[in-house]
């Protein structure tokens, strides 16, 4: 992954100057076998991304606050993170706050952000972010890579919202894309490929939001378990999301993967009850396939 995470960063020294922040973030976690408790082993950092410290939670897990300390992403910024953690580790990683995308300048790219994640066996990841916001003229792509081995575990959301609804910014960015891939053993799992361009298309068409405004995805996986377990934890999750369902409002669904997971996707007209949702899904499904209780992560500015 080290060599991978350097050549995306070689890439992006090439990008004619019309680009901004070229930035490479890359954790890597391990279990410390003395005290059983996960520790963030070796990273490097470069602004504006930034992780002061990791933390140890309840079960030796160790939490980390992706911080962006130009307080947002800029028109042609290319950033990247590539996390990695070892056999056995426990890590939670949250933002300090909504990912911000600024507009973008003319003459200035598109800002870009990749992620390469590797979670290796026995491992398990959560990754709970706040709300990712386009302004208004942003322009944004988004590409996720996440490879899990034997028995590891991931639950990781996005959330999207519309724009700054208080200053009437509804839609008014000029393209979000979002490209997620998820694999399990080598074989993928999940291929996701959202593409929002508001002034080309209407975003209130059925084929993309219909009336809906925020969107949020959220993949939840452990590799190895049986084709039975996940057929309850997805009857059991559908109990949930229809009780939170209200037509016109908001809408929760669950599909199983191909394998090893489950996707939980919701449409909603305003944000407020989309994080209080993931949350609760987060907690009956940790519970179901960890028998461990989900506790959020403390937030820090």
């Known amino acids: 992954m080290a060599a991978t995470a350097r050549e995306a960063f070689r890439e992006a020294r090439e990008i004619p100057g019309s680009c901004r922040a070229r930035a490479l973030l890359r954790l890597n976690f391990s279990r410390d076998p003395a005290s059983g408790n996960t520790v963030l082993a070796d990273s490097f950092q470069e602004a504006p991304l930034k992780v002061v410290r990791a933390f140890t939670l309840e079960e030796g897990t160790a939490l980390a606050h992706l911080h962006n300390v130009s307080g947002g992403l800029l028109g042609g910024d290319r950033l990247a993170m590539r996390v990695n953690l070892a056999r056995g580790a426990k890590v939670q990683l949250t933002t300090t706050g909504a990912t911000r995308i600024y507009r973008s300048r003319e003459g200035f790219s598109s800002t870009t952000?990749?992620?390469?994640?590797?979670?290796?066996?026995?491992?398990?990841?959560?990754?709970?972010?706040?709300?990712?916001?386009?302004?208004?003229?942003?322009?944004?792509?988004?590409?996720?890579?996440?490879?899990?081995?034997?028995?590891?575990?991931?639950?990781?959301?996005?959330?999207?919202?519309?724009?700054?609804?208080?200053?009437?910014?509804?839609?008014?960015?000029?393209?979000?894309a979002m490209r997620t891939h998820v694999s399990a053993l080598g074989r993928r799992i999940a291929a996701e490929n959202l593409c929002l361009r508001p002034k080309r298309g209407k975003v209130s068409s059925l084929a993309r939001l219909g009336p809906y405004h925020y969107a949020a995805t959220f993949y939840i996986c452990r590799v190895g378990l049986e084709v039975s377990r996940w057929r309850d934890a997805e009857d059991k999750i559908r109990e949930l999301t229809t009780g939170m369902t209200r037509r016109g409002e908001i809408l929760w669904g669950v599909s199983s993967l191909v394998a090893h997971g489950l996707v939980v996707r919701c449409l909603a007209r305003n944000g407020p009850e989309v994080l209080p949702g993931l949350q609760a899904i987060w907690r009956n499904a940790k519970r179901r396939l960890y028998d461990r209780e989900a506790i959020p992560p403390r937030k820090m500015n």
């Open 113 to 176: 952000q990749s992620s390469e994640v590797s979670v290796g066996e026995g491992a398990l990841l959560e990754y709970l972010p706040d709300a990712t916001i386009p302004f208004a003229g942003a322009r944004y792509t988004q590409q996720t890579s996440i490879e899990l081995a034997a028995d590891a575990g991931l639950f990781w959301w996005e959330i999207v919202a519309p724009g700054r609804q208080a200053r009437g910014e509804l839609f008014d960015y000029e393209e979000f």
